[in-house]
């Protein structure tokens, strides 16, 4: 069954599966052939961005600038300049819009096309394979964006296009014990060989398969997490729940593929899709830096240098899995979740989430800073906080950070359009 689904899928998306090939045969090539490929692929986009679009033409001097000092491409840029980013040759009628996950909750609009999408599942099947997953094998999605799990959306297709697909979308939108019951018996009757969603989605199915004491079914051989940062516990609640491995996987709908996670547990940069840069700037944690990224594929709205708005570092050195491409770490802070006190402070969103450790009755929490002066703590809990352990949070915030600490009991705390869930929330997004 599963090489029938496979030559199916195959024969369905001819575009698609032609770009697997050419991305598998890609990890065939050395570290340095890989390197000398990025840096051809990099000089080629950024030449045809400033001959071909209007934005990057007046951005860009043709005159043997090096990369690192063209501008860098910001959220604000691209929703001013949409429409001066498309290539010029773009036909107009048939390109569509596509929409950020919109982690403020205001989600950014771009351009796309059919081959951009193809070229994005061709990746996320690359990047499902390096847990041990073949085409043909079960996915199921637990997605929180509607306009993603509806028909035509990048998980919404028909019954029998996903029984090809042998993929199933769950709209994992609106949560409760019931859906999260339900959830996890689709789960265990579908017997899928991967589960990929977002953290927090995942999380709160593992909370409920753990206290259910529901058995997963023995077809898992990994659980993918993405859209939200994934923590060290969220990762081994998911492990006990699933009895599998969990992997993390980062991208974004604008330059998606960037890096995936291996069965050594090492995130993988896909440099034969993008080049990832890692800067330093002020705000950021110990350790992290701001990432950039360029798409070496993208020729209908090239994303040069553009700045993701999340953290992380470039690694040194292999990893013993054998894949040639070089590795990353993920940072915990987004640039929109760093907490500033009115005396100029700036506090990582880790400062806040440690503050918690050892807290067990909170099943949701969300630090969200009011004012300069003020933070609210929203929680989802089986129980109150004592009044010990609010002294201690409202004495060490007050003495640390000058903030005055207000706590409010949710009955669920509000997720973004797209269904993520932020858990620091600083005060220049709060809003």
């Known amino acids: 069954m599963m090489i029938l689904r496979s030559w199916l899928h195959a024969r369905r998306y001819p575009v698609r599966y032609a770009e697997l090939e050419r991305l598998l045969r890609n990890q065939s090539l050395s570290r340095e052939e890989l390197s000398n490929k990025q840096r051809r692929d ?25 990369f690192s000092s063209l501008p860098i491409l910001t959220k604000e840029d691209v929703a001013a300049r949409r429409d001066d980013i498309l290539v010029r040759s773009a036909d107009r009628a048939r390109v569509k819009l596509g929409h950020t996950g919109g982690s403020t909750g205001k989600p950014l609009a771009f351009w796309y096309d059919d081959t951009k999408h193809e070229s994005m599942r061709a990746g996320m099947m690359r990047g499902f394979m390096m847990s041990g997953w073949r ?9 929180g964006a509607r306009h993603d799990t509806v028909r035509g959306g990048v998980f919404g297709g028909a019954p029998l296009a996903d029984f090809i697909a042998a993929e199933k979308t769950i709209a994992a939108v609106e949560y409760s014990e019931a859906k999260l019951n339900e959830w996890a018996r689709t789960t265990q009757t579908w017997r899928p060989t991967l589960l990929y969603g977002y953290a927090s989605a995942l999380d709160e199915i593992a909370r409920h398969v753990i206290a259910a004491r529901m058995a997963m079914p023995s077809s898992l051989i990994g659980v993918y997490s993405t859209a939200e940062m994934l923590g060290p516990d969220q990762r081994e609640r998911m492990q006990q729940a699933f009895g599998c491995k969990v992997f993390n996987q980062y991208g974004c709908r604008e330059v998606p593929n960037i890096a995936w996670e291996c069965r050594q547990g090492n995130l993988h940069v896909f440099t034969d899709l993008v080049h990832l840069e890692s800067v330093g700037g002020e705000g950021e944690g110990e350790g992290e830096e701001r990432l950039l990224v360029t798409s070496l594929s993208n020729r209908l709205m090239p994303f040069i240098r553009y700045e993701l708005g999340d953290s992380g570092r470039l690694i040194e050195g292999g990893c013993d899995c054998g894949s040639p491409f070089p590795l990353m770490e993920m940072g915990l802070c987004r640039q929109n979740d760093l907490i500033r006190t009115r005396a100029g402070k700036r506090l990582h969103p880790g400062y806040f989430n440690r503050l918690l450790d050892g807290v067990t009755q909170i099943r949701q929490y969300q630090w969200v800073q009011m004012d300069p002066d003020r933070l609210a703590l929203n929680l989802v809990a089986a129980a109150p906080l004592s009044a010990e352990i609010l002294a201690q949070l409202r004495e060490r915030l ?9 706590v409010h009991y949710l009955h669920e705390i509000p997720r973004t359009a797209a269904g993520k869930h932020r ?7 709060s809003g």
């Open 135 to 143: 085409p043909g094998q079960k996915v199921l999605y637990f997605w």
């Open 398 to 406: 007050a003495r640390e950070a000058a903030l005055r600490l207000e």
């Open 42 to 66: 990099l000089a080629e986009i950024v030449a045809f961005a400033a001959g071909n679009t209007v934005y990057y033409a007046e951005k860009f001097d043709p005159v043997g600038a090096s």
């Open 423 to 429: 858990f620091v929330i600083g005060l220049a997004t």
